[in-house]
Nanobody, 116 residues
Framework: QVQLAESGGGLVQPGGSLGLSCAASGRLFDIYVMGWHRQTPGKERELVAQITNGDMTTYADSVKGRFTISGDSAKRTVYLQMNSLKPEDTAVYYC??????????WGQGSQVIVSS
C-alpha cells in the first residue's frame, strides 16, 4: 500500500502563486509516475501535471509555462508550483501515484481557489 499526504493550496488572487506538495509513504519501490489531476463540479477529473521516476514531465496545455512539477526522491515528495494563476484553475487538486500492476493511489484532495 501507498499513502499520499497532500499539503498546500488555498485562496489566491488572479496572477498569484501557490504550491502543492505530496508526500508518499509505504510501498514505493514500484511507483513509476506521480502527479496531480484536478476536478471541478460537473466536470471530469483532468490531468494537470505528472513526473515519472525518470524525471520526465507532462503538463496539460492549459498550465504549460505556468505550472512546474518537481520531485525530491530523498523526501519521497512531489511538488507542484503554480504561478500566474487564473480563475479557471480553481478546482480540487488530487495527488496520485501509479504503480506497476495497475495499482493507483490518490491523495485526499487540496482545494485551490483563484478569486479576487
Amino acid at each position: 500500500q501507498v499513502q499520499l499526504a497532500e499539503s498546500g493550496g488555498g485562496l489566491v488572487q488572479p496572477g498569484g502563486s501557490l504550491g502543492l506538495s505530496c508526500a508518499a509513504s509505504g510501498r514505493l519501490f514500484d511507483i513509476y509516475v506521480m502527479g496531480w489531476h484536478r476536478q471541478t463540479p460537473g466536470k471530469e477529473r483532468e490531468l494537470v501535471a505528472q513526473i515519472t521516476n525518470g524525471d520526465m514531465t507532462t503538463y496539460a496545455d492549459s498550465v504549460k509555462g505556468r505550472f512546474t512539477i518537481s520531485g525530491d526522491s530523498a523526501k519521497r515528495t512531489v511538488y507542484l508550483q503554480m504561478n500566474s494563476l487564473k480563475p479557471e484553475d480553481t478546482a480540487v487538486y488530487y495527488c496520485y501515484a501509479f504503480a506497476y500492476g495497475s495499482r493507483e493511489y490518490w491523495g485526499q484532495g487540496s482545494q485551490v481557489i483563484v478569486s479576487s
